[in-house]
């Protein structure tokens, strides 16, 4: 399949299976399978990026890259295990993508959230972890891939917002389906300000990690990236 | 049950995780809990259940306290909050299920992580996602590689620089992690070309895996076929309705309902069905040696 193509596929499969998944849900399961809908709508919207990424037939050396970024953010949560809420799993997947573009950041998000559950515990939240980082990466590359060598001081901005509006609450709303099968604005509400201090001080523990580490490790993978030509042609 | 196929240990585990998130019915929530519970136990014995529901406990009290506190639905009001708002019989209710949903969704996913590990899970995706898969098994052999050259690193850092204050160890870290990154990068790159020298991407990827179809196989998926068909066609027929609000409805026990129910309970407790045949076998082949 040529590149339009595949684009047009994961299109087609987002924009229209999971429009379509929602109102069978809400017809078929009388509106109450939120969590069930969801979890599939996540599986949904996860496949097209690993089919794109299988149908490209990658390269070894960006196969062991990304691997290794994705061991890296697991690490990193396993270095920290001891600080709840204090983790720069954030930090290295948007690193990550504002090296290496949007795919790759992508990823390595979704795949370090997998990866490093396997040493954590899997559980009905992975799917929820999966998206959430893997989006976050995403961005990180749609911001800043195109650019070389990134503001320290726009990296550590685009980590606070990331987490704090965007992977934190779509964390507890993914709560919320967990635990509430009926879901209203009261109880998103409530569930959003239950989450901010976790939210906070995992934002803050990215905007740290960021400005502590962001730019030398910037510096390294821009440096592997220019000598051996990985992931160069990708965008 | 951790060295059957592949395949039938995740069938089983996407039919009961499936069926337990679809029914919110008491009777299949207290069965899919005390199989996903037994199952468990079984498993990974009885300190490991101790360890998991030291943890799922807290979330079904949240869960049943969220339900009570912010759904108002239902017509049996049970007492009065201070702003008027009633705590319904049919919400509490409601939040005792999905607690019970949540806290047996949770246990099978314990068990799941038992039963299909890592490999499991590669040789299981590696025909379909072949450059997935192999990414994800390379990621997780060097996550722990990793946190040991950090190990490494950091104590060869303290050894140089020896000052105690907060400065000093964050300095250490940096250090650290700089040189574990750097040697990381290098090194995954000095590992693809020595894929490519070996014949990375120039044919077909062959896989080694351990899995094998036995008698067992045979035997535990179809049981599982045939108890899944019965459990989905006693759903249907409307054994696991439920309806919350405006008040409670539930399928009575009826002798049809019973009969369905049996197989749901038949099939939660094929896993600890096929681990007493293992360690019966076991212990009569090791009494006969």
């Known amino acids: 399949m040529s590149e339009r193509g595949r684009t047009r596929f994961a299109a087609v499969l987002t ?3 999971i429009p379509a998944l929602v109102l ?3 017809l078929v399961w009388a509106n109450r399978q ?17 089919l794109r990424f299988e149908r490209r037939g990658p390269q070894a050396r960006e196969l062991v ?18 600080a709840p809420a204090f983790k720069p799993v954030a930090a290295v997947v948007i690193l990550s993508g504002a090296a290496f573009g949007c795919e790759a950041g992508f990823l390595v998000g979704a795949g370090s959230a997998f990866l490093s559950n396997f040493f954590f515990g899997q559980g009905p939240w992975t799917p929820w972890q999966m998206l959430g980082f893997g989006v976050i990466g995403f961005l990180a590359g749609l911001f800043f891939a195109h650019r070389y060598q990134p503001k320290r001081l726009g990296l550590c901005i685009f980590g606070f917002l990331a987490v704090f509006l965007l992977y934190g609450p779509m964390l507890d ?30 934002a803050s523990a990215t905007v740290i990690f960021l400005a502590l580490v962001g730019e030398p490790l910037l510096r390294k993978l821009d440096r592997v990236k220019i000598k051996y ?7 | 049950m951790k060295q059957l196929h592949c395949a039938v240990s995740f069938g089983f585990f996407a039919v009961v995780l499936i069926v337990t998130m679809l029914v919110l019915h008491p009777a299949y929530i207290a069965i899919s809990l005390l199989g996903a519970a037994g199952s468990l136990a079984a498993l990974t014995g009885w300190h490991g259940l101790r360890q998991r529901i030291r943890w799922v406990l807290p979330l079904m009290v949240l869960t049943v306290f969220f339900n009570a506190a912010f759904q108002h639905r239902g017509v049996t009001a049970l007492w009065y909050l201070p702003n008027g708002n009633a705590v319904t019989l049919e919400s509490t209710v409601f939040g005792l299920c999905a607690a019970g949903m949540l806290a047996a969704a949770v246990l099978w996913c314990g068990c799941m992580h038992q039963v299909l590990t890592s490999d499991k899970l590669m040789a299981l995706t590696g025909p379909l996602l072949p450059s997935v898969s192999l990414l994800f098994s390379m990621a997780l052999r060097m996550a722990p590689r990793i946190l040991r050259r950090l190990r490494e690193t950091y104590d060869v850092q303290k050894v140089l620089d020896t000052g105690r204050d907060p400065v000093s160890v964050l300095r250490r870290c940096i250090r650290a992690l700089s040189a574990t990154v750097s040697w990381m990068l290098e090194h ?11 014949g990375y991407g120039v044919g077909k990827r062959t896989h080694f895996h351990r899995e094998r179809w036995g008698a067992d196989e045979t035997v535990f998926s179809a049981a599982l076929l045939l108890l899944t068909a019965l459990t989905l066609a006693g759903i249907f027929s409307g054994s696991g309705t439920e309806v919350f609000y405006p008040s409670l409805q539930f399928s009575p026990p009826t002798a049809m309902n019973l009969a369905a129910w049996c197989c749901w309970a038949l099939l939660c407790t094929l896993p600890m069905l096929h681990i007493g045949k293992e360690a019966l076998a076991w212990r009569r082949s090791a009494s006969s040696i």
């Open chain 1, 15 to 17: 924009l229209v299976l």
């Open chain 1, 24 to 26: 069978l849900g809400s």
């Open chain 1, 34 to 50: 939120f969590y069930l809908v969801s979890i599939l709508a996540i599986v949904l919207s996860l496949l097209p990026m690993l």
């Open chain 1, 65 to 82: 890259i990304l691997a290794t970024l994705m061991a890296l953010a697991a690490a990193s949560r396993a270095a920290f295990s001891f």
């Open chain 1, 173 to 202: 709303v993914g709560s919320v389906l967990m635990v509430s099968g009926d879901v209203n604005r009261e109880v998103i509400l409530a569930a959003l300000a239950s989450g901010v201090a976790f939210n906070a001080i995992h």
């Open chain 1, 229 to 235: 030509g990985i992931l160069t042609d990708a965008e």
């Open chain 2, 188 to 198: 995954a790159v000095v590992t693809a070309d020595s894929m490519k020298a070996r």
